[in-house]
């Protein structure tokens, strides 16, 4: 029996692998066996286990003033510092920052902002939020109505209608494109799709279309060369605003410092960021907008007297100071540029596993990337249930390497920034050595449906 009730989680499988400390990439169980982090907890600890320049970074701000809200007046020096620099860093127009405690936290208050926005600009109608099939925005009420995966939903009664969520394609050319459609053919169909759903609904009902750069939960998709080019165009043709959901992709993830920056969204007009902008040594959140979004709001707030939303822990100073600190290790010790060049090897040293016949397809960029197990080789066909991802994950585990199977049969890598050459090898030869097992074990529950043997 537990007291614990455990987030995303089965409730009938749980305490499988109970951590008791962590170093670099590397992290201990309580029995004292040694695993690679090779997803950087959950896509968040960029900067590896016990970094000591974050652990005193926290420690002195404690030690001078533990904590300070951010309401009605008040403020403190290390706030202010944290959003001058991100605001110097981010590709957005006189970039404006709330502070959080969560990348769920950090959509729910754009949607607030979004909505805050259009009443003062006099137009209350347009504010309905386009979001992707299989995409992943979060946990709360908001943010998961936002989440196109069905498990995230079902079971809630999500998405709540009065948000007026409006569901768009998911750009995974492997999974949705029709049969012989071109790279280029898919994306055209996906811009189309997207100018009929805007038609459809009047585009003065609508103020936003949010996606991740390439998604992390829904099973690692990058969207092929040119999607967000026309998309964009898309959205700038009926005054949509573009909200780049970071809160993975951010910071150094993809070899750049957003993944707006990798995958070609010119200026978006929303940010939402978390997970390493701390390094995950504190939870902290971070909701940019562009500025004169910002200016446009300040007469309905006097008038009412108060911005009604904010957070007690909104700019919490000890996580403020750490954010601060670790945005200069990542400027000084070029976190990002090892991201693009480790990413490189560990791309390179994944594609060899194309010709394994439990594998569908290899994908990522940067320091993410997935490898999709599928039943039959030939044809993509998924397996029925989520039973072999489950197998592999647990694989992986007993080879000492932490992955983690998303959407089904896709396992997921993204392992802290830090990671080196040689320690992106051993995870590679731990991956296959449970890669191996994994085929064992399909065969030997006869759940490939291929023939297993052709590559
Ligand atoms: C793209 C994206 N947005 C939002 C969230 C929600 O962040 P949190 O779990 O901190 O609420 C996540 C979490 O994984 C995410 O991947």
Redesign the pocket.
């Known amino acids: 029996m537990t007291h614990v009730i455990y987030p995303t989680t089965n409730f009938k499988d749980i305490e499988q692998i109970n951590l008791a400390r962590g170093e670099g990439v590397y992290v201990y169980d309580n029995q004292g066996n040694r695993y690679i982090e090779g997803m950087a907890g959950?896509?968040c600890t960029a900067l590896g286990y016990g970094n000591p320049e974050l652990i005193e970074a926290a420690t002195r701000q404690m030690e001078q003033l533990s904590f300070c809200h951010l309401f009605g007046g008040k403020t403190h020096e290390v706030a202010i510092e944290l959003a001058d620099s991100l605001a110097a860093m981010l590709p957005m127009d006189d970039a404006r920052i709330f502070f959080g405690?969560?990348?769920?936290?950090?959509?729910d208050t754009q949607i607030k902002l979004i909505r805050y926005y259009m009443n003062a600009i006099g137009k209350p109608e347009k504010k309905k939020i386009i979001a992707r099939d299989r995409?992943?925005?979060?946990?709360?009420i908001a943010?998961a109505s936002l989440t196109g995966l069905p498990v995230m939903q079902n079971h809630f009664d999500l998405p709540v209608d009065v948000l007026g969520v409006l569901r768009a394609d998911s750009p995974h050319y492997y999974r949705d494109a029709e049969p012989g459609e071109s790279e280029q053919d898919f994306v055209d169909r996906l811009a189309d799709n997207l100018e009929q759903l805007i038609q459809r609904e009047d585009p003065e009902t609508i103020a936003a279309f949010i996606a991740?750069p390439v998604?992390?939960?829904s099973g690692v998709i990058v969207p092929p060369p040119g999607y967000y080019e026309k998309i964009q165009a898309v959205l700038k043709k009926y005054d949509i605003m573009f909200w780049s959901?970071?809160?993975?992709?951010g910071f150094g993830r993809l070899g750049t410092d957003f993944g707006a920056n990798a995958m070609g969204i010119e200026k978006p007009d929303l940010m939402?960021m978390?997970?390493q902008l701390s390094s995950a040594y504190l939870?902290i959140?971070a909701a940019a907008i562009k500025g004169e979004m910002h200016e446009a709001m300040y007469e309905q707030s006097a008038a009412s007297g108060v911005f009604g939303h904010g957070y007690t822990y909104s700019g919490h100073p000890v996580a403020c100071a750490v954010a601060l600190k670790t945005l200069e290790i990542y400027r000084r010790d070029q976190v990002f540029d090892n991201a693009a060049a480790r990413g490189r090897h560990l791309q390179a040293r994944l594609s060899e596993f194309r010709e394994h016949p439990l594998v569908g397809e290899i994908r990522g960029i940067g320091l993410i990337a997935a490898a999709e197990l599928v039943a039959d080789k030939q044809t993509g066909q998924a397996f029925a249930d989520g039973r072999v991802g489950a197998r592999m994950q647990l694989e992986c585990q007993n080879a000492g390497l932490i992955l983690r199977a998303v959407a089904g049969n896709s396992l997921a890598f993204c392992p802290p920034l830090i990671i080196t050459d040689a320690q992106i090898d051993d995870m590679i030869e731990r991956f296959a050595t449970a890669l191996d097992k994994t085929l064992e074990f399909a065969q030997a529950e006869n759940l490939l449906s291929g023939r297993s043997d052709v590559a």
Not at 101 to 107: E, F, K, M, P, V
Not at 135 to 140: E, I, L, M, R, W
């Open positions: 959950l896509w405690n969560s990348g769920s936290d950090a959509n995409s992943y925005h979060g946990v709360s943010a991740e998604t992390g939960a959901d970071e809160v993975i992709c939402s978390a997970k939870p959140s």
